[in-house]
Structures are given as structure tokens and as C-alpha cells.
């Protein structure tokens, strides 16, 4: 029986948490290597959804958002075609949109809704191009077809989680003209968090959190505010892959996002642990 | 780290539970035996508060229901008054009734509304009284002020848990002249249930739950359907004084409640055991 | 028939003073002394309950707020229990307050909720303690558990007036470690009326009114504004007694409450011949 | 002060009625005598709009149907037409017609809208041909544009009682063709509350009610059943002209109308003196 | 098959006009004038009806309303009523103000209710008599009972344009004795397009529109703001008889409303063209 | 003008049409070969797309539902995959089943999705995985994922109808082990007009009709009930490539779709011609 009171004393120990995150709205960004990983692992992806769905019981609005880097270079490499680059970026002309779509469509947003509604029938899949979701525009002629977000229409967001669905959210967006474009996912899970009012915005990355010195495993930062963070951009002392992440985290939270989270999302559950335990995990960053 | 991961595994483990449960309205019963140990423990009441919000944070909606025996024979003994019995059952005179009033809305129901509502404004207290939830005749002159159930009108609780609050109702009721009667708990808690049309009715008791042979405590029944617990009743097996709560039990799966429970509330976080985790504890009776 | 026709002529002197109060809501603080009253003339709590269920069923929304000073004395007194005193204020140690819940929940709650109810399923007692209703910080910790209102959380009473029930609250309040206090009965009617946004704040005393001189019993004001009515107070012409009441009157209209009145509840129908005909009765305070 | 204490006494007297009738919908068929009377008398159509305005503001959903036979002949004179009859009946041709539309419309629903509105913006003149309120077919070509009524479409008029409105209905209806009918008011009052599922219908008349025998003054019936009432006209006891009021009374219990009233609409008041005295007038028929 | 698909690609023309004006208010005042060219046309009127129909069907709010000049001349006639002029303005007796109510509601309001209720129970009568739609002022005592608009209440409105009802107003209203006017028809369409919040307001008149130069049929205005068009009239360019046409259409943009109209009603399907074809008609006002 | 007035005329000769079917909900399948030959016209699947929209804007339900035969097998070809056949059906393999879903989730789908969006923000692609939608069995273990549909859990589709947008759904399902199948695009189109009720089934096909005797081109059948087409089918008058799509006309009906349509999709707006003039074209089902 030991073992019986302990589960007890546990699922206990997450009321207060319960109820300080019933009824929010929690932006989760899920990259495309986790979901490399998963494969690698085989359980990781049904861990994440067994998170998700734990959120939505307990009353949180969980919105997936996800890219797919490596599936669209795997595509694209199954199709003989070879990336060109300007400045570092990606080119993506008509024929590479093409591969985006069905890599991002018809793979990744598609493994995450069936991962998710193997627990019943949550998960609808979303583009971003769905009724008017993301406005883009091009960000540079010479990469082809890349959008920044400049406008969010979350009605369609808003009706699935008020119908208690959980939206997973492919990072496709559409101009003025109706072509679509390949947007950032991180900038676009800030973006709907944003639009959506939502209490969070978390990114699960394959890093610990951040770190105050990034050749320091010893100095992860637990919790940060934004002109922190900013300061300690601009002191150079964070990697340089992390940036655009950092970025999104300050633009969120000045945005109106209450706490954006940096999670390892290679840890087992990392969403309950951050969410539900004493035992917080990875970075937060307030306002 | 270990401790941080199981935790998230129990909490995982609950999953499908919450699913299954989610806006399920559950009648629980709470014995004033159980506040009395309480009393001594001084923490089982707050044990048993965690639980009832728990489930509510959760999606169920907890109606709580109590009697108040010990506490009403404390504040007889207090005023001086000799209770009277006839064939057994105590008689409820003018006086008497005035005593069940104070004891059951001043003291018993106020110990409940006031240990959840340390987590929170869910509780509100309610008496059969209010807006003509419990219609009540006479059981027999010769006892008194002492009722049984005639009529049931739920709007009450049903608008308070529609407003995800938690109703803690204490047994009293009406007769069609406006006199309040005492009423048996046990069956309240059943009649409440079937008109609320309930999944759940869960009696807390102080025995581990029902034996196929009450002087072997090996022999502890985990489920049985009506049909099964009425024949063991007609072969003598089962103790006395399990008999009201075994036939209300009986009465509740009749008129259409799913699954009724009885439990062991001595156990700590009794209710989150049996409905959140693989160890389910008591006997759980279905239709 | 002439009798019939007359009849008929003061229903329809009612109608233009029907249609003003349709919607609108009205706290009437009931006080411990009318029940007294009541207990010896045997009808005046009928009376009262009349008169609120008209007000409900024309289409205002009446909100009971009850003290019951008479009711914890003498049942302090049946307990042998010695009040102290402090400055002349009645310390309310542990003991204390649990006859105070006992009183006013137990008995003066219940006989008001038992007599509006004899006319339709109207009536549910609430404490303050219910669902958050009042949040209190302790006045002097010489006076133990004594509370003064510092926060209202109206939505139990606005979800009854919404399903037109009738709200009967006891003035009971828990300050932010959980523990009850006793509230003043006169300030608790006036905060609610204002979380409320209520159109009326009515004091139902034993008194005519408020007197210009309150040794000239020719003197009776009629209606006052709250700069007038300060003045007076200042001025020292009024009866010390009656000061606490006028305070929460001016405080009040001052925090949007239209209408204050004190009104003599020993009248019978004073409800009814205030609102529904020319003859008003007893004082009214504007802003 | 003794007359106060009456009038609240009177006041108090209504409560049972008030709440008997809380949601009730009443349709009231309002005689065009009725009116001309009023014109003679000055009041009489004022009293009603009171008494109309009272039952709406204690929650009962009053509908108002009408006809106008001295209105229309009035204005046929003034027109120099000669009315035709065949059988006795008079015939409507296209001429006609169009002086009932100008009575109906332009004379008899505005006086009666004008003097309810005088209390508050409660009255909406409705025409039969509105939204399809009424559908009829052709009595008999020999008598022209004279219709029975054959379908209901009630959804103009509950929205109007939804919204607390009066409607004040001309019996004008429609048939398949869209050719515009007059119909008999007594008829269409009928269908109209049945079709809403009316509680009451009433017929405001210039006699006392019904007689047993109609030349013996003293032999009003007081209340009466369908199949009593059906008896007595059989047996040629009742006066010819209330023969159609009768059978129109029959024809609403029958089709779930719960009463049929027939008042005498010279008294002043007589809706209160029914609905909120104990001195009941007139003739109730009964299912 | 040509012709169909011509008639396809017709349809298919609409859809950008459909689209924008989904949801619009549109008040359309229509003329007495062009109800008396109906009758000469025999299908004017209709046409009229099913414009208005398949504006309401397509999604927008259409509203009419109507005025009855000719109508209420020739009854006078029919009556033997000699008008009285003041300054060139017709004096609106109490016998006069009994025509218009005949005229307006009795004949005009009807042939467009009944026209309308075609094609559908659509139509329902209205008069600013009802619910308190329109409140006036006396404009000059000479003139009797001529109304100026002071208040519109258009709740009855909006409940019939959210039952997809087509409101039909006749432009009577009624000052704060109760007395009933008769108000001009241009300035109540103006004064219910800017309490509604309407996109767009239409007059339908028998000219082509507004012309440069009156006298130059070459010189018609396709598109004007208000301050042109002002500057228009104190050029004197405008003929005398559209200038309060035109100061309506002034006072309406300038009240908010988005767009005012002047259309040709002697063309058929005028609304049609204007609204849902590439080929607009008349003159449109903007801000 | 002459055209101008031609226009309205085709306007007002599509009113009786868009009243009828308002509030209607119709199921439309699109193949896989109209999105085909709309690459080569460049135009087909834009003229589809502005007849959806039209639909919706007059009020109508659509909903989309199309497979993807040509799309899945080019892709296949890009991959070197080779098709294997089963009685002269295709095996459909785990790798194949990636290849379908990057065909219809990320080409097929996208493509309707945005030639719709082009008209503003109304359609949303859905997956049959998506909240339950289609749950399916496998066919036949032979031929590997190709399901059946057994479920159908339309909230989704409903909640986006109600949302007044336009889903387009790919014909994916689940199984209960959480498999993904294809499915039947013509099967799935029936089980969703079914499930939803709908007033009406189209299949846009390459073919104007059925034919009374295939062979014969002028014996195209306008009208024709399922026992009638039935006999038909039974006969051998039609051919064999027919059939499936005509299977599941006569079930849709059967399962209470009101009528089924085949009509030739190549025609430019068929759908308009169908349902907005008296040009009907192609073969329609009646119950």
C-alpha cells in the first residue's frame, strides 16, 4: 500500500498547480529534431502527447506549434533536390515550397495529431493557411518563398480550444497575393501566443535551458526577465543557435505572454514537471 | 532527478483516469464518524478536502453530502438534553430539531466548506432546506421531526456545479407544511444521486468496504453488481450495520447511477486512490 | 363589489412603481431584534417574508443580509458562557465564534430561508464564507474574530438572483488564512450592495426614521442627501445609536448604491408600502 | 395611516396569484365595442391598458388580439359604401377591404398600442399578415375576402414576448395567394393561443359571463367544463350571440388552452379583479 | 448552354459584392411616389419586393421605410378634406393626423408588407409609434401635429433584422404626451440608418441622381463627399426639391453611417445594379 | 443599360433558388482528376472555388471532400515506387500510406483550401484523422491500409459550418489502433452527408450524367428515384466505372440525404448552373 499512498501524496502535490493553470492558454513549440528524436527513441513523441493531453484534462488550452527542418531536407533529399543558400539561409523556390507542404502536412503535423488522439480525439491539424490564420510577407526576394508573420487571425485557434481541441499548428503562411510561404516556427509559436493572449509560450529545445555563461554547465539560468536576458545577449555570453529562440522568448513576453519557457524536451515528460512539481525544469522568462 | 521522473510517470499514470472521469458528477458522503476522526488526526478533513478539488480541477463535479450524528449527540450532551429512542431510533422532538440545525449548518457543514475553500472559493454550503431541494414526509409520528425523501429538486446544485463550484449539502428537509425534518444521510446522498442522474455515489466509511464474510477479513469484495450484493444481504453474510448504506447502494445503481463505492475513509487521499490510480481500493458496486 | 373595485384601484396605483423597480436590485439588512420582534408578535417575520417574495416575483431582485446579536447572546447564555468586553466591544474568542456560527447559521439563517420558502422554492441560505463571498481582516486582535470587510466576491449571489432565487446571507467572513470571523451585520449589507451595484440599500430597524432632532418626535426626515446627512451627524443631533447604520448609509451612496433607507420594520408590510404605494415610509438617503 | 396599511394588505393579498401566473401567457381578445365604448366613456380603454400593462410588469406575457366591426362600419359610412349581406353576413369585396385595413390598422391597433405605450414603450401593433403570422382560405366567394383562419405562425409574436413587448394583433390573414382576408377576432384569439400554448385566453365582452338560463339574471355561471358548456348550448340556453364566443371557448380548452374566460369588459379592471383578487368575475370554462 | 453560362458568370460577377456587404444594415427609404407609379405599372412595387428580398436572403439587413404623400392627399379627397397650408407646409389637424394613420398603415405599409410576404414570411409592419421607436417634437404649433425625430429606440428594429425579419416603418411617431405625429420620411430613414449603425442608406427617388448642373443631364454625380456635395447646394446648383434629400444625406454620414445613396427607383431592380453589379447606379455620398 | 437590366433580371431569377436552399448543408466531392484538369485549364479549380464561395455567402453549408488518385500516383512515380495490385486493386503499403498523405495533406488539400482562400478566410483543410472525424476498419488485409469508414464524429465539420467556414477534407481515417487507412473519397462523401444530415450530395465528375443506356449520349436521365436507379444498375445499362459513385448516391438517400447529384465537373461553374437557375444540369437522386 506504501506505493499506493506515495502516487497519492504526488497527484496531491499538484493542486495548486491545477488550479493556477486552469483555464490557460499554453503555446507549445515542438521542433522538428524532437521529433527526429522520437523516431530515434520511439517513445519520446508519445510522451509529449501523454503531456498535452494531461494539460488539456486538467482544464489548460495546450496549442501546438511545430516546424520540420531535418523532414524537409530528408524530402528533399529523397527527391534529388539540392538546397542552395544565400547569406546562410535556405533558398526555397516553387519546387521546395512544394516538398514544405508535404513534409510539414503530410508528415510531422500529421504524426503529432495521431500521437495525441491515440488518447481520444483532440488533435486537429492546422496550417497556417487555414482561414486566414498567418499574413506573411516575403522577407528577402532572394530567398524565395520565406514569410515574417504580419498578421495573426486566431479565430480558428480560438474555436478549437474553446471546444476543448487541441490545435497542432504547421508554420505555412500566405501573402497578400495567396502565396504561401515558408515561415520560422519559433517566430510564429511567439506570434500566436501573442495574438492568442496566451499565459505561455514554451519552447522544448535539446538544451538544458539558458545558460549565464554557455561554457558553464554549472550556471543554468532558473529564471530570468526580459531586460536580463537582453543584457546578457548583448554581452555575447549566450550561443549563437539560441538567439532567434531568446528573441522570440523577449518579443513574447513584452507582447503580453505572461512566461515563456525555455524546456529540454529530451527529458520524459518535461511539460509535467515543469507544470505539476516542485521540480521545475529548464528557464522561464518573465515580463 | 529520479524523484522529479516518477513523479511525472504517476502523474502520467492518471491520464486516462482524468479522461475517463472528466465531467462526471460524483456524490460523496461524508460521515460525521469521518470528521470526528478528524478531529483527532487533525488532518484527515484536509486530506479529504485536497481530494474533492482536486477532482473538481480535474473536470468531475464533487457534490459532497454529510450527516452529523457524533457532533449532534455532542451538543445534546452540552445542553443537558436525554435523548429518547423508540424501537432503537432516537426521537426527534422541537428542541431536538433546533440542536440538528446547529449542529449539521453550524458546526459540521462549515468544517467542510471551510477546509476546500483553503484552496480556493469552490465550496458552498447548502441545506435541503434551500429553494426546495429535499421534499420530505414523516417516517412515523412516534419519532418525531424525522423524514424520508419524497422529492428531489437538484436546480440548486446543478447551479453550482455548472459554476464549477462544490456543493456540501447538510440532511435536512422539508414536509409540504414547511416544518424541517432530520433525514438519513446514507440516503440522501443516493437520492441526490439519482436525481442528479450521478455516474458516481461514493460512501467514506470507516470499514475497509464489504466482505463476502464479514468475520473473514481476507474475503473483502473488490466489485459486484446489485443483484449479487442483494442475495449476499438475504444469506446473513453482511454486518448490520452495513445494511442502510448496502441498500441504498442497491436503490442508487437502480435509479440509474453507474457505479456506487464503498470506501475506506480512514485511508488517506481514499478518493484520488480509487480514481486516479491501477490500486483501486473498497467495493465498488454496479448495476 | 365596490370592496373589488378598490381592490383593483391600489394594484393598478402600484403599476408605475413596478415598472421602475423591474430589474432592480435591493439589499435589505435584516436585523437580529426584528426576528425578536418576531418571535413574540409570532407574524412580523411572516410579514417580511411576503413582502420579499412580491419583490421577487414583480421582478426585482431582493438580497437578505441577517445579523442575529439576540440569538448568539442567549445562546451563549444556555451555553453559561460570560461575554467579555473591550472599549465596550464583545470580544469573540474560538468558543465564541463557533456559537456564533451555530446561532446564525443554525437558527436565524434558517428561520428566515424556512419562511420565505412556505411560499415557493425561493429561498438559500449563504454564508459568507461561501464560494469567497466576503474576505475580512481582523479589526483589533483584542476583539479576537472579529472581521471588517476588505474584498466582496459576489458571483454566488449574483448566480442566485440570475436563477431567481432569493439570497439570505449570514454575515460571516474568512480572512486570507482561512479562519471565520464575525462580521458587522450593517457594514456587510453596505459592502454587498456595492459589489452588487445594487439600486437599493434598505435598513429595516426599530425605529421610525431618522429624526432632524431625535428628541422631537415631529422631526422625522424624509429624504436626505448624504452631504446633508453627514452634517447632521456631525452636528451631533443624532441619536448615537443609530451612527454606525448612517455611516454605511453615506458610505453607501458614495460608492454607488442609488437609494439608502431606514425604514421601521415593525410596520407590517413596511417593504411593500415603501416601494409599491405613495405613502413611503421612513427615511431615504441620496447621493 | 390605517389606509397604507390596507393597501399593503391588498398588495400582499395578490402574491399567490402573481406567482401562480409568473411566465403565464394570456391572450386577451379585445372587443371593438369594447373601444367604442371607451370613446363614450373616455377611461374604460385606459383601464384596460393598465391592467394589460400590470399583468406584463408581474412577469405574464399578455398577447392583445382585436377586431373593429363598429370601426369598420363607421368608416364604410363615411366612405358612402353600402354593406351587402348574404345569409346575413356581410360581404367583404376588394373595396372593403381596403376600408378594414384603414380601420384596423390606421384606427382600432393604434389606439389601442397609443394607450399602452402611454406606460412605457410596450406595445407592437402586429398585423395577421406580418411574417406569416396567419394563414387563411376563403369562408364562402359569396362573401368575398372573408377568411378562416387554416395555419399560425407564431414566431412574430414570441419574439415580441421574449423581449417583454406587448403585441396587439389585427386580425387581418392571408391566404396561399397573398391575397389579404378580414377574419372573425373571436376565431383568430383562439388560434392564436393555442398555436402560442397559451394559459388563458379571455374574452372581454359586454355581458357579466355566461347564464345558465340567460333571461334568469341570478344564473351566472361561475365555472364550467367543455363538455357542461357544450350541453348547455345544445339545450338552447344560451343566447344566440355568444354562441361563436362559446364555441371558440370549446375549441381552445380542447386544443391545450388550460382555461377560457369570458369577462365582462365594462367593469373597470376586470383583468385584476380575475387575475390578482379573490373576487373572481365572469365565466371560467375548464378542459 | 451559351445563355447559362452567361448566366453563371453573372452570378459568379456577384460574389466580390456579396461578399463585402454581408451583414450590412441597409435602410432603403422608398417614396410614396413610387408606390403611386406602381400601381400605374402594376409591377414597380414588386420588383421593389424582390430586391429587398434577395438583399435579406444574401445576408445583409435590409430595412424600408416609407412615407405616403399621395396616398394621404387622395384620402383626404375621398373625404372631402380640404388641406390648410402654413408658409407652403400642409397643417396636420387631428382630423388630418386620423388620415395620415389610415393612409400610411392602412394602405401603404400593406402593399409593401404584402408584396414583400411574396416571396416568404420576411415582412412585418412597423410604426414609429411601436416600442417606442421614434420620439418627436412638435415642429411649429401652426403646422398641428408635424413631428421633428428627437430619440430612436430601435430595439424592435434589431429584434427583427436578428430573426431575419425585414422591417417595413412607417414614419409616424409620438411625443412625450403620448400625442401621435406624422414626421417627414427622408429625415426618419436618415435618423434610423445612424441609431442603427447602418452601412448604408438609399434613396429611392424618381431622378437619375444628383447632377452637377440640374439643368445639364450630362453632369450626374457618381461619387461626392459630404463637403462637396454642401458646397454643391450653397453654389445653388441643386434643385429646390432635393435639397432636404440631400441635407438628410449629409446629417447621415455625417451620424456615421458609411454610405448614402441616391438611386433611380423607376428603374427595375434599381438595388440590384447599385449593390451587385460592376454597372452602379446614381449617386453615392461618402463621408 | 440594356445589359445592365439583363444582369438584375439574372439576379432576381436566382431568388427563389438561394431561398430555398439557405441554411442548407451540401456535400461536395471534388476528385482527384477535376484538381487535374485544372492544371492544364489553369482555371477549373478557380471557378470551383468561386462557386463554394458563392454558396456560402447566400447562406448555404458547403462542404468539400476530395481524394486524390492522379496526385498520389505521380508522387509515387517521383519516389520510384512502384504500384502493386490486388484483384485489380492497390495494395497500399506503410510507405505507400506516407506517400498518400503527403498527396492529398500536403498538395490536394492545400491546393482547394488556398484557390478558396483567394476570396477570403473560409475554408480550413481537415484530415478524416482530424478530433475523430473518420474511423474506419481495414478492408482487407491484402490490400494493407485501405479502410472502411465504420464512424463518423462530424463536431468538427459542424463547428466550422457554424463558424461560416468551409472545410475541405482529405479522406484519411483511423482505426482503432490509431492506424491511419485511406479511404474511398466517393464512400467517405456519403458518410459525412449522411452523418451531417445534409440536404444535399454532389459528385463533380468527368461525365455529364447518367445515361439511360450508356451508349446512347442523348439519353441522359434529369431526374430519377433509387429504386429507379437501382433497376438501372441491376440492368447493365451503366457503366461499370459508374457504379461505386452511384452505390453511393442510393445509400446517401437511403440514410436520409435528401438529394444526390452526378454532375459534369468540366463544365465551367456547374454548381451555380445546378442550384441558382432553371438551367439544371446533370442527373439527380431522389429517395
Known amino acids: 500500500m506504501i506505493e499506493a499512498l506515495d502516487k497519492a501524496a504526488i497527484l496531491a502535490e499538484a493542486l495548486p498547480y491545477i488550479r493556477e493553470f486552469s483555464g490557460a492558454t499554453v503555446v507549445i513549440k515542438f521542433g522538428g529534431n524532437a521529433i527526429h528524436d522520437a523516431k530515434g527513441q520511439d517513445t519520446a513523441i508519445d510522451l509529449f502527447a501523454e503531456d498535452v493531453v494531461l494539460m488539456r484534462l486538467v482544464g489548460m488550452n495546450p496549442v501546438v506549434v511545430h516546424g520540420g527542418g531535418p523532414q524537409?531536407?530528408?524530402?528533399?533529399?529523397?527527391?534529388?533536390?539540392?538546397?542552395?543558400?544565400?547569406?546562410?539561409?535556405?533558398?526555397?523556390?516553387?519546387?521546395?515550397?512544394?516538398?514544405?507542404?508535404?513534409?510539414?502536412?503530410?508528415?510531422?503535423?500529421?504524426?503529432?495529431?495521431s500521437a495525441i488522439n491515440r488518447h481520444g480525439p483532440f488533435a486537429v491539424g492546422v496550417s497556417g493557411e487555414d482561414a486566414g490564420l498567418l499574413t506573411v510577407q516575403t522577407r528577402d526576394p532572394r530567398l524565395g518563398f520565406v514569410g515574417d508573420v504580419t498578421a495573426v487571425r486566431p479565430d480558428v485557434i480560438h474555436d478549437l480550444t474553446r471546444n476543448e481541441c487541441i490545435p497542432v499548428v504547421a508554420t505555412l503562411g500566405v501573402d497578400d497575393s495567396g502565396q504561401v510561404h515558408n515561415v520560422n516556427a519559433d517566430a510564429v509559436a511567439a506570434a500566436i501566443a501573442e495574438a492568442l493572449g496566451a499565459e505561455k509560450l514554451v519552447y522544448l529545445t535539446n538544451v538544458p535551458g539558458i545558460y549565464r555563461d554557455f561554457s558553464d554547465k554549472t550556471?543554468?539560468?532558473?529564471?530570468?526577465?526580459?531586460?536580463?536576458?537582453?543584457?546578457?545577449?548583448?554581452?555575447?555570453?549566450?550561443?549563437?543557435?539560441?538567439?532567434?529562440?531568446?528573441?522570440?522568448?523577449?518579443?513574447?513576453?513584452?507582447?503580453?505572454?505572461?512566461?515563456?519557457?525555455?524546456?529540454?524536451?529530451?527529458?520524459?515528460?518535461?511539460?509535467?514537471?515543469?507544470?505539476f512539481t516542485r521540480s521545475g525544469v529548464g528557464t522561464m522568462v518573465m515580463p
Chains 1, 2, 3, 4, 5, 6 share one sequence.
Open 219 to 275: 550556471s543554468l539560468i532558473s529564471e530570468i526577465d526580459a531586460a536580463g536576458l537582453d543584457a546578457l545577449v548583448q554581452s555575447g555570453a549566450v550561443s549563437e543557435g539560441m538567439i532567434p529562440k531568446i528573441r522570440s522568448c523577449i518579443d513574447a513576453v513584452a507582447g503580453g505572454v505572461r512566461r515563456a519557457h525555455i524546456l529540454d524536451g529530451r527529458l520524459p515528460h518535461a511539460l509535467l514537471l515543469e507544470f
Open 72 to 113: 524537409i531536407s530528408a524530402l528533399m533529399d529523397r527527391f534529388g533536390k539540392k538546397p542552395e543558400f544565400v547569406d546562410g539561409l535556405r533558398v526555397t523556390d516553387a519546387e521546395t515550397m512544394e516538398i514544405v507542404r508535404m513534409a510539414l502536412l503530410g508528415q510531422v503535423n500529421r504524426e503529432l495529431v
